[in-house]
């Protein structure tokens, strides 16, 4: 119970003050005195080590030039990690933000509003970075789009992971029993060596709901996989069904989600169906809490 009380500070907290620090590393361990410091609602020591969120809103140059640290550059710049993850990403390759160094936006008639950005991207798992040059275009018009991305990080797309994703492949193909788990990661922030593809298959999974839902005004982290169990199949995909929690930083929200994806070596990870499930006290409690 514990966490969601720290959540629930931080929203009331975060509005009084010109800048959030959020470093989920030590912020589950040290818990900390400044309510300012919003907490991760489950321990992710995987995910990126430092986001930096700026509140209030007014004053912030949303047109060229950008402060790299700044919600607009931030919030464009994490558009990256999804739309990596959902191209090369896999059990054993997963991409995440980790630092803006610059980069400028602009009005473009009709059709949205374009980011150019300087960042580094880090390949988690290898804990390989790369500095690229991103674009990202906020489409504009009544029907919201996804937001196109154009991110070329050749020497990160390098890592070579299919021995292990062929053997990874084979295990969950041939056994017997269809595999599954629950709570990556759990109130304590502790996976399983052996969870630990599954809850990067979920967070692949994840960012395609993550980049498609994502505009200037959000900003999404990955807060759960709830429960992934793999699916019967009869051709060489392997299925999964998954409940994850995701975590929107403007609004504070966790928004649960339901997916069925597919995953195989050759073709990475598909997403089949994607649902939003409504929002619910039970979803934001944090497990084995009682
Ligand atoms: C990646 O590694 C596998 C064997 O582990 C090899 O067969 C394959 O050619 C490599 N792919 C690339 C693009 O280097
Ligand atoms: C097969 O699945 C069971 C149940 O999920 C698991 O305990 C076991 O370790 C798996 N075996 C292999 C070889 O993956
Ligand atoms: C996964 O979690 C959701 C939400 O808590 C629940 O409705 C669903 O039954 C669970 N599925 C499995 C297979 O445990």
Not at 142 to 163: F, G, H, M
Request: overall charge negative; glycine content about 4%; aromatic content about 6%.
């Amino acid at each position: 119970m514990g966490v969601m009380i720290a959540l629930v500070l931080a929203v009331c907290g975060v509005t009084g003050s010109p800048t959030v620090t959020f470093r989920p590393e030590t912020a589950s361990t040290d818990v900390p005195a400044d309510p300012n410091i919003v907490p991760q609602m489950a321990k992710n020591t995987e995910q990126e080590q430092l986001l930096v969120i700026e509140v209030p809103e007014e004053d912030v140059m949303e047109t060229g030039e950008l402060n790299p640290n700044q919600y607009p550059a931030q919030r464009a710049a994490k558009v990256v990690q999804h739309y990596l993850n959902t191209r090369h990403g896999s059990p054993f390759k997963l991409f995440g933000l980790q630092r803006v160094h610059g980069g400028n936006a602009e009005d473009v008639a009709d059709s949205g509003r374009k980011y150019q950005l300087e960042i580094t991207v880090h390949e988690i798992i290898s804990n390989a970075a790369q500095k690229c040059s991103v674009e990202v275009l906020f489409p504009r018009g009544e029907k919201q789009r996804s937001a196109d991305v154009q991110a070329s990080c050749e020497e990160l797309l390098k890592i070579n992971t299919t021995a292990q994703e062929q053997a990874l492949y084979e295990q969950f193909k041939t056994n017997k029993s269809l595999v599954s788990a629950q709570y990556l990661p759990d109130s304590h922030g502790h996976i399983e060596p052996q969870n630990k593809p599954l809850w990067h298959l979920g967070i692949v999974a994840s960012s395609f709901v993550m980049l498609k839902e994502s505009s200037e005004n959000s900003l999404y982290n990955m807060a759960q996989v709830v429960n992934i169990t793999q699916q019967a199949t009869e051709d060489d995909h392997l299925k999964f069904d998954c409940h994850t929690l995701l975590h929107e930083l403007v609004s504070q929200e966790i928004v649960p989600w339901k997916l069925l994806f597919t995953w195989s070596p050759a073709e990475g990870v598909k997403v089949v169906q994607m649902e939003q499930l409504p929002h619910c006290h039970e979803c934001e409690k944090p497990p084995n809490s009682d």
